[in-house]
């Protein structure tokens, strides 16, 4: 393992191993063996699993009720570029411990923001720098950058969707900075996510010009990024609301069709967010699939939210029926395109010990090997494919199949519906199809 930095901020934890699901030791991987193939690939090929830094490293456990009660050791230093470089250290210290390959990052989760734009990219491309270091000692790659255009107060109306242009072009600068340190660090992607890009109320939102603003600013920045050199893939991240009331890319049915409108389906794909999908009212797997049937299925954030709680909680992933059920998804789909599976999750408020993240990553890793596992199981050793095919076996041969090549009229429809009786009850077989993911898990 390399470090260059001086100090290790995670005493006492060494690198987590795989030792199977016999074993006692909460510091192990029980499901999650990187080099155990699956359908074809290694578990580390098919998650490509991410650190994100702002969870994990900058997410202290404030919210609305109260200030952070978490005292990260890598959090002293009063010097921008000094602070930058002891969260980088114990960044990559932590990734190579857990033995993950990549990492994620908002321009500033790496370094504070300045007061001026010229001195914030001064202070980014320092921090690029360093961690490059830190890639070349380590072998850690970046899944992909991207650029917050939504915490500061000047993108309180939105960012590339504000009313007022000098709001629009102060974020066309701050993303050009955040594809600048992604190409420099060799990104892989880059992902846009409009947490402000949306309306409170329709009486002052001009929604029309709001919308189209948004599909300019983001094919000049796909423009910009390519004029580079950046081969990797954009990925929009859905998100029905919260923080605005309704956000522009409320779901991936809607993000899909604003990416073929303003033109953009030949570069950009989707990052499918667990708890964004269950805010929108649909399931992960629902999420999922809609992206692969568009062939925009890219990247994931993993987490999941609260039954109780109706916002983005981002807890780590642990349910292993929802997860097996959206591995099926990725497996019959064919996987990723580009992207991996990116940590997007933080720790309880009251699980204050360091090793605590230890915990959840392990925990979040585990839910998703242990899924792919079962989903691989039912594909191969299971009656699923067989009970799913029978179930549309009307449209493989017959009148059924004339129509799925589009061979038939409405005529021709309504003369076949004529010369048959009343259509035969098939059973949906629901609960057969439910205990079969349950017997495997």
Same mark, same amino acid.
Request: charged share 25%.
């Given at each position: ?9 995670? /005493? ?7 030792? =199977? ?20 690939? !290694? ?17 202290? $456990? ?42 994620? #990052? ?108 948004? =599909? ?12 580079? $050199?950046?081969?990797?893939?954009? #990925? ?8 605005? /009331? ?60 609260? %039954?109780?709680?109706?916002?983005? !909680? ?8 929802? !997860? ?21 999750? /933080? ?44 179930? %549309? ?11 799925? /090549?589009?061979?038939?009229?409405? !005529? ?30």
């Amino acid at each position: 393992m390399a470090l260059i930095g001086d100090k290790e901020y995670f /005493k006492g934890i060494g690198e987590i191993k795989y030792e =199977g699901k016999e074993s006692d030791n909460p510091m192990a991987f029980k499901f999650y063996n990187s080099d155990q193939v699956v359908a074809g690939k !290694t578990m580390n090929e098919h998650f490509k699993f991410a650190m994100a830094y702002w969870h994990t490293l900058c997410g202290t $456990g404030g919210d609305p009720f109260g200030p952070g009660t978490k005292n990260f050791p890598w959090i002293t230093a009063n010097d921008p570029i000094k602070a930058a470089k002891d969260k980088a250290d114990a960044a990559f210290e932590f990734i190579t411990k857990m033995g993950f390959d990549y990492y994620c #990052f908002h321009d500033f989760d790496l370094v504070d923001e300045a007061a001026t734009l010229a001195e914030s990219e001064k202070r980014v491309q320092k921090t690029v720098e360093y961690l490059k270091q830190k890639q070349e000692a380590s072998g850690v790659k970046l899944l992909w950058g991207t650029a917050n255009c939504f915490s500061n107060p000047r993108y309180m109306n939105g960012a590339a969707s504000n009313p007022n242009f000098d709001v629009v072009a102060h974020a066309g600068a701050q993303v050009k900075i955040a594809l600048d340190a992604t190409i420099a660090l060799g990104g892989e992607n880059y992902v846009f996510w409009g947490g402000r890009e949306g309306y409170m109320s329709l009486l002052n939102t001009n929604m029309k010009l709001e919308q189209d603003n948004i =599909g300019r600013f983001l094919n000049m920045a796909k423009d910009y990024a390519r004029s580079q $050199g950046f081969n990797g893939t954009f #990925f929009i991240e859905p998100k029905p609301m919260e923080p605005s /009331k309704h956000q522009y890319d409320f779901d991936a049915a809607t993000s899909i069709n604003s990416i073929r409108e303003y033109g953009l389906e030949n570069d950009f794909k989707l990052n499918i967010e667990v708890n964004h999908a269950t805010l929108a009212q649909h399931t992960f797997q629902h999420e999922l699939q809609v992206a692969a049937n568009a062939g925009m299925l890219g990247s994931v954030d993993a987490n999941r939210g609260d %039954y109780q709680n109706g916002w983005d !909680t981002d807890q780590f992933p642990n349910n292993v029926l929802e !997860t097996a059920e959206a591995m099926l998804v990725l497996l019959k789909s064919g996987g990723l395109q580009g992207g991996g599976i990116n940590f997007d999750a /933080k720790t309880r408020r009251n699980s204050t010990d360091l090793e605590d993240i230890f915990l959840a990553h392990i925990g979040g890793a585990d839910t998703f090997a242990r899924a792919l596992l079962v989903a691989d199981a039912v594909i191969q050793k299971s009656p699923y494919e067989d009970l799913l095919g029978k179930r %549309y076996a009307s449209f493989d041969s017959g009148k059924g199949a004339d129509f799925v /090549k589009g061979n038939l009229s409405l !005529t021709d429809l309504s003369d076949y519906a004529h010369s048959k009786n009343e259509p035969e009850q098939i059973s949906g077989k629901q609960e057969l199809f439910e205990n079969i993911i349950n017997q495997y898990i």
